[in-house]
T-cell receptor, first 114, second 111 residues
Framework: SQTIHQWPATLVQPVGSPLSLECTVE??????LYWYRQAAGRGLQLLFY??????ISSEVPQNLSASRPQDRQFILSSKKLLLSDSGFYLC?????????????FGPGTRLTVT | GIQVEQSPPDLILQEGANSTLRCNFS?????LQWFHQNPWGQLINLFYIPSGTKQNGRLSATTVATERYSLLYISSSQTTDSGVYFC?????????????FGSGTQLTVLP
């Protein structure tokens, strides 16, 4: 069966520090991968998605970047964090081989920028 | 892009009561997902339901794609049903099928 991992689970970082969040998927190949952010309140906003290694699409201009160095690895980064980067970051994957694009989410990383 | 609206934004129930959550979307879709976000933040897949009706225990969902809405029914609610319920839809085309989420319904079930 497929599983998705995210780490770290929680992170407290000062303004101006770098960021690296990692997401890995097991039990599937060539998945679509996604990064979402949930700010205070409820809405989930899509940040980045990837349909293959090295292929990254950004949905909103921001202080963050994403990379996909391996088929099942998705990384969210920042060179200098802002207070507004605080939030709950969720990684998700979907299977591209079946034509059913149901998305499955990881446990998330809660980031607080101080 | 597609717009997704959920109602009601907040719902408080007594344990054992039934409820209906609604999701409206602005364009035709060929996929729709319902999620439950538990108090720890985990998004749990409830239904993948592009059309028709599905049931899973005390939960069921109906999507009427031609009228651009979906309903989530919770029967005999329990305290563990508390949390935020989201619906989400992708664009009809494109290889990524990234999801647009509604703003959610916060459900509180009281003992």
């Amino acid at each position: 069966s497929q599983t998705i991992h995210q780490w770290p689970a929680t992170l407290v970082q000062p303004v101006g520090s770098p960021l690296s969040l990692e997401c890995t998927v097991e039990g599937t190949s060539n998945p679509n991968l996604y990064w979402y952010r949930q700010a205070a309140g409820r809405g989930l906003q899509l940040l980045f998605y990837s349909v293959g290694i090295g292929q990254i699409s950004s949905e909103v201009p921001q202080n963050l970047s994403a990379s996909r160095p391996q088929d099942r690895q998705f990384i969210l980064s920042s060179k200098k964090l802002l207070l507004s980067d605080s939030g709950f970051y969720l990684c998700a994957w979907s299977d591209t081989g079946t034509g059913v694009y149901e998305q499955y989410f990881g446990p998330g990383t809660r980031l607080t920028v101080t | 892009g597609i717009q997704v609206e959920q109602s009601p934004p907040d719902l408080i129930l007594q344990e054992g009561a039934n409820s209906t959550l609604r999701c409206n979307f602005s364009d035709s879709v060929n996929n729709l997902q319902w999620f439950h976000q538990n108090p720890w933040g985990q998004l749990i897949n409830l239904f993948y339901i592009p059309s028709g009706t599905k049931q899973n225990g005390r939960l069921s969902a109906t999507t009427v794609a031609t009228e651009r809405y979906s309903l989530l029914y919770i029967s005999s609610s329990q305290t563990t049903d508390s949390g935020v319920y989201f619906c989400a839809v992708p664009p009809r085309r494109g290889s990524a099928r990234q999801l647009t989420f509604g703003s959610g319904t916060q459900l509180t079930v009281l003992p």
